[in-house]
Antibody, heavy 121, light 110 residues
Framework: DVQLVESGGGLAKPGGSLTLSCAGS????????MSWVRQAPGKGLEWVGH??????????GYAASVKGRFTISRDDSKTTLYLHMNGLKTADTAAYFC????????????WGQGILVTVSS | QSVLIQPPSVSGTPGQRVTISCSGS????????VNWYQQLPGTAPKLLIY???QRPSGVPDRFSGSRSGTSASLAISGLQAEDEADYHC???????????FGTGTTVTVL
């Protein structure tokens, strides 16, 4: 079975940094496109960004709200996806979900359980 | 950036058929594959419909998707108590190089 397990969340101060990890198993991680989606408390879903597979150039894309502050990377040898978050703002407080992204259809087929990031002084 | 608009809430009685709309500009919804996600209370979203009207394996056939013009729709036939959840539409925008999500709809079973 496909499993995505996020870790690394918690409390950070405004202007601070945090790195989330997402360990994947049950699928061919190195061929998978991956993404991060977040959900602020009581709000809808917001796309954060994605990374394509190495064979597709490891191209990344980011939402305007996080571009220049967040970076997505992957370590295929560890089947792990990362979200490096810098310059955190209170508006970044949300549950962060790691997902697979299917290239042809653009759908997010599998989701992790989510991890909470709280940005507060 | 394109926005997909959904009604905030929809309700129905057990056994009833309900529909949720997802509206955007013609150039967007009319040309993109729309996907739907179900988010049960306190859980992560789950893919419900992809490519406008395709169900992943394991999704009951009482869930169906369609697209017409500038709108996409999700229909739930034979509504059940377990269908109480938030439903989100989304589409992948090649120009944006990313996902656009709908505003989300809460389905309540009366």
């Amino acid at each position: 079975d496909v499993q995505l397990v996020e870790s690394g969340g918690g409390l950070a101060k405004p202007g601070g940094s945090l790195t989330l990890s997402c360990a994947g198993s049950g699928f061919t991680f190195n061929l998978a496109w991956m993404s991060w989606v977040r959900q602020a408390p009581g709000k809808g879903l917001e796309w954060v960004g994605h990374i394509k597979s190495k064979s597709d150039g490891e191209t990344t894309g980011y939402a305007a709200s996080v571009k220049g502050r967040f970076t997505i990377s992957r370590d295929d040898s560890k089947t792990t996806l990362y979200l490096h978050m810098n310059g955190l703002k209170t508006a970044d407080t949300a549950a962060y979900f790691c997902t697979t992204l299917r290239p042809r259809h653009g759908d997010l087929g599998y989701w992790g359980q989510g991890i909470l990031v709280t940005v507060s002084s | 950036q394109s926005v997909l608009i959904q009604p905030p809430s929809v309700s129905g009685t057990p056994g009833q058929r309900v529909t949720i709309s997802c509206s955007g500009s013609t150039s967007f919804v009319g040309s993109k594959s729309v996907n739907w996600y179900q988010q049960l209370p306190g859980t992560a979203p789950k893919l419900l419909i992809y490519s406008n009207n395709q169900r992943p394996s394991g999704v009951p056939d009482r869930f169906s998707g369609s697209r017409s013009g500038t709108s996409a729709s999700l229909a739930i036939s034979g509504l059940q108590a377990e269908d109480e959840a938030d439903y989100h539409c989304a589409a992948y925008d090649d120009t944006l190089n990313g996902q656009v999500f709908g505003t989300g709809t809460t389905v309540t079973v009366l």
